[in-house]
T-cell receptor, first 110, second 114 residues
């Protein structure tokens, strides 16, 4: 079993749609969780951290369920510019080492 | 945030040769890492570059193949030695910023081995 699993997609959605990505992780000792965004032929960039209480940043909402070892990302009112690969990222054993999921590709169409 | 640059941005190399990739951060950082991202795949950690001591390698990666240097808090190099076509990949340098786990990435070095 992979340490961090994501549905690879692609998710093809129209502009304005709401889309949700899910991620599961296997290491129950993980303490920090993130969503990164990677555009084609670019480096990954931090989109947002994920907190136990859930957090929101504009159109983006992240949720964490520690009991189920499950992380989600919700994007509302999708824009064309949201098209990218979204990487679920988990730290290892409360340290600074990160494990990346395989990524979920999103394509927003006009 | 940290701004990270890498050189070269891309290269095409012959098998059996070696390539050294440079990574420069615009500020002092505590930790630096080297990742590999093969086509269509996610990132795989190669090693943690330790300042003033030997790098810490992940399972499947060895120092003879991927020697790493980190002479100071802002600079690191990764060498891909005795290259084969299987080494064709994007190699990314990253560094830890102020927030725990907030990693910043360089633009990557796209390596093609023929």
């Amino acid at each position: 079993r992979k340490e961090v699993e994501q549905d690879p997609g692609p998710f093809n959605v129209p502009e304005g749609a709401t889309v949700a990505f899910n991620c599961t992780y296997s290491n129950s000792a993980s303490q920090s969780f993130f969503w990164y965004r990677q555009d084609c032929r670019k480096e990954p960039k931090l989109l947002m951290s994920v907190y136990s209480s859930g957090n929101e940043d504009g159109r983006f909402t992240a949720q964490l369920n520690r009991a189920s070892q499950y992380i989600s990302l919700l994007i509302r009112d999708s824009k064309l510019s949201d098209s990218a690969t979204y990487l679920c990222v988990v730290n290892r054993n409360a340290g600074n080492m990160l494990t990346f999921g395989g990524g979920t590709r999103l394509m927003v169409k006009p | 945030s940290a701004v990270i640059s890498q050189k070269p941005s891309r290269d095409i190399c012959q098998r059996g040769t070696s390539l050294t990739i440079q990574c420069q951060v615009d500020s002092q950082v505590t930790m630096m890492f080297w990742y590999r991202q093969q086509p269509g795949q996610s990132l795989t950690l190669i090693a943690t570059a330790n300042q003033g001591s030997e790098a810490t390698y992940e399972s499947g990666f060895v120092i003879d193949k991927f020697p790493i240097s980190r002479p100071n808090l802002t600079f690191s190099t990764l060498t891909v030695s005795n290259m084969s076509p299987e080494d064709s990949s994007i190699y990314l340098c990253s560094a830890i910023g102020q927030g725990a786990g907030e990693q910043y990435f360089g633009p990557g070095t796209r390596l093609t081995v023929t």
